[in-house]
Nanobody, 120 residues
Framework: QVQLVESGGGLVQAGGSLRLSCAAS????????MGWYREAPGEQRESVAVMTYRNFTKYSDSVKGRFTISRDNAKNTVYLQMNNLKPEDTAVYYC??????????????WGQGTQVTVSS
């Protein structure tokens, strides 16, 4: 069983920053992809950023230049640094993990989600 536990969400003003963290536990391959998705009310869930165990990354166009994904393989943890936040970034953010074959989706396992709210 794989567990993903997110933390770091909250309320921030437009232009501010937040850092999300996600710790993975359980049995899974170290050769993996970890990522972040988000889902806003009334919208489809979208991939925000994904990163392989060798630090290859992919970002959605809407967050390029503002968000940075990183990971600590020794701690099985992935981070999402979010800068210059906009109201349209408001969503529930989900941490995900998948085998390398799931690239670029990394959607085999999901966390419970953490709310990010950006006020204007």
């Amino acid at each position: 069983q794989v567990q993903l536990v997110e933390s770091g969400g909250g309320l921030v003003q437009a232009g501010g920053s937040l850092r999300l963290s996600c710790a993975a536990s359980g049995r899974f391959s170290s050769v993996n992809v970890m990522g972040w998705y988000r889902e806003a009310p009334g919208e489809q869930r979208e991939s925000v950023a994904v990163m392989t165990y060798r630090n290859f990354t992919k970002y959605s166009d809407s967050v390029k230049g503002r968000f940075t994904i990183s990971r600590d393989n020794a701690k099985n943890t992935v981070y999402l640094q979010m800068n210059n936040l906009k109201p349209e970034d408001t969503a529930v953010y989900y941490c995900t993990l998948g085998g390398l074959g799931s690239w670029p989706y990394a959607d085999d396992y999901w966390g419970q989600g953490t709310q990010v709210t950006v006020s204007s």
